[in-house]
């Protein structure tokens, strides 16, 4: 019976002990062991799990000290029935079979204001790690990150003067050692000398583009958009204006026109364009200023990417030659550091930033303090500046690799990134379809992302896909492109085959 119940993996991440507290505490939170049965003893429990009597004691004196168990002189280990108190006595709910979920999926549940799912999303496979060539972009490559500098700002956040402050409620304020770091360490590297009043902590950019779309856009606003555009600023906007003018991508960057003037605000992208990867020039950007000037139009500079430069002189952020506080400044680490901490934030003028962090509050608060205090402490060791430095050198040999393995190809039509970043924008022939490649691609352990989701329009260019280079090793992505040209070749010669 026991050895049914407590199923322990040798191969699994977790220690035997580990995975035997943590079955027990299921089985008794799910009142699978009676409270008046003894559990076996710790020699008879070893036995029937051929693990060591030690591994069977330890976890039970760790239960018995968080009063899971309770020990009887000369009757052995029970249930203590007192970890069971304040649970409702409700019988579960019968599961539903396979066909009556699927008659109650579009009746469950209150109509929504908004219909969610049928925006257009990029969709990218959570299992990426198990294809034989990821070409994704904006995830993290496990072995270029600093894992023993990383735990030296973890144990630091966890030591108890430190639990102490950030198991506090901060109410709308943020970790003072974050907000300190990000005014002298991350904003001048682009420029950008901000007051700490002026900087606001939030969970990616993403989430800074929801504050600052709640708090500038109503449905009469008319909001500039890049075209091609990151698709979730987009998808953002969109829940609060309908009203957009499209703005073509060129080698430049955006090329903004007389129709800047309807504008309320304009998000641009202009460090690495989200998706093509071009660079705004400094005169282009003095340009846009001067006519968001003219017009009286916020900017919001999402500056993607921009840490990411390894070819020639980085150029400033469009923030750090804004004289008349018009630029709002979007920035995160995700790209540095790690997407998964979801840390970010945004400069602005005062007034701007407290409203923001008016609106943060009714939300969520502020971020988690232990992963801000954390982060603190990862930028003020000066571990994010030589992190960034071991990226750029390896993203600048994967960036050579993946220019050399494209040009290879008449199939692709493609521009190295002229400052870095992490990604190639890559055209196909006319008759190719992107969606049709990256399924196929799937198949045959590729992993790409069709571009047809960043236009705007439905009908829009079909051929473009994103290739990313910095997960995927450097021996490989050769291989992975001449692949993907075989793939390529096989559609182009079947039309029929290329349809999404």
């Given amino acids: 019976m026991w050895h049914q119940l407590f199923k322990l993996d040798a191969n699994s991440d977790h220690s035997l002990q580990a995975q035997l507290r943590q079955a027990l505490v299921k089985a008794i939170l799910d009142g ?13 429990l070893s036995r029937q799990l051929s693990v060591a009597r030690n591994t069977v004691v330890l976890a039970y004196q760790h239960l018995i000290d968080e009063n899971y168990l309770v020990s009887h002189e000369r ?6 029935p007192e970890i069971l108190d304040g649970r409702v006595d409700a019988p579960r709910p019968v599961p539903r079979s396979a066909e009556s979920a699927s008659e109650h999926a579009d009746v469950d549940g209150p109509q929504t204001v908004y219909d969610l799912l049928e925006q257009r999303n990029i969709n990218r496979p959570l299992n990426w790690r198990q294809f034989e060539y990821p070409f994704i972009y904006g995830q993290a490559d496990a072995s270029l990150f600093p894992v023993n500098d990383w735990r030296e700002a973890c144990r630091l956040s966890l030591r108890v003067d430190a639990i102490s402050r950030w198991t506090q409620d901060r109410v709308d304020h943020d970790d003072d050692l974050l ?4 005014h002298t360490r991350v904003l001048p590297r682009r420029g950008v000398w901000a007051d700490k009043e002026e900087i606001l902590i939030t ?24 075209d091609p555009c990151y698709v979730d600023a987009r998808n953002i906007f969109s829940l609060y204006t309908k009203n957009r003018v499209l703005f073509p991508v060129g080698e430049n960057g955006v090329e903004t026109d007389e129709r800047l003037s309807d504008c309320k605000m304009m998000y641009v992208t202009p460090s690495h364009q989200c998706p093509t990867t071009t660079t705004m020039p400094l005169n282009a950007r003095k340009s846009l200023l001067e006519q968001a000037s003219l017009h009286d139009v916020t900017i919001v500079e999402d500056d993607y990417e921009s840490e990411l430069n390894f070819v020639g002189k980085p150029t400033p952020a469009l923030k750090s030659l804004d004289t008349e506080h018009r630029v709002i400044y979007v920035g995160s680490l995700s790209k540095t550091l790690a997407p998964g901490l979801r840390v970010g934030f945004m400069v602005g003028p005062r007034r701007f930033i407290r409203q923001a962090r008016a609106l943060r509050r009714l939300m969520y608060r502020h971020p988690p303090t232990n992963n801000q205090r954390t982060v603190a402490h990862f930028l003020s060791l000066g571990h994010h500046d030589s992190a960034l430095l071991r990226l750029t050198q390896s993203f600048k040999s994967r960036w050579q690799i993946m220019d050399e393995a494209l040009k290879k190809h008449d199939l692709f039509s493609s521009m190295a990134p002229s400052f870095g970043g992490s990604s190639f ?7 190719v379809s992107s969606v049709a490649l990256e399924q196929l691609a799937a198949e045959h352990g590729i992993v790409i992302n069709a571009g047809d989701n960043y236009f705007a329009s439905h009908d829009g260019p079909g051929n473009f896909c994103r290739l990313g280079f910095s997960s995927i090793p450097a021996d490989k992505i050769a291989v992975g492109v001449d692949k993907l ?5 096989r559609l182009a010669q079947s039309p029929e085959s290329s349809a999404p």
């Fill in 32 to 44: 699978r062991i009676p409270v008046d049965i003894p559990l076996p003893s710790s020699r008879e």
């Fill in 75 to 80: 009757r052995g280990y029970f249930v203590n």
């Fill in 179 to 182: 907000v300190e770091q990000i």
């Fill in 203 to 226: 969970t990616g950019a993403q989430n800074a583009l929801f504050l600052i779309a709640q708090l500038l856009l109503d449905q009469s606003s008319i909001v500039g958009i890049e």
């Fill in 425 to 431: 924008w890559v055209r196909l022939p006319e008759n």
């Fill in 485 to 489: 040209a075989a793939l390529v070749e």
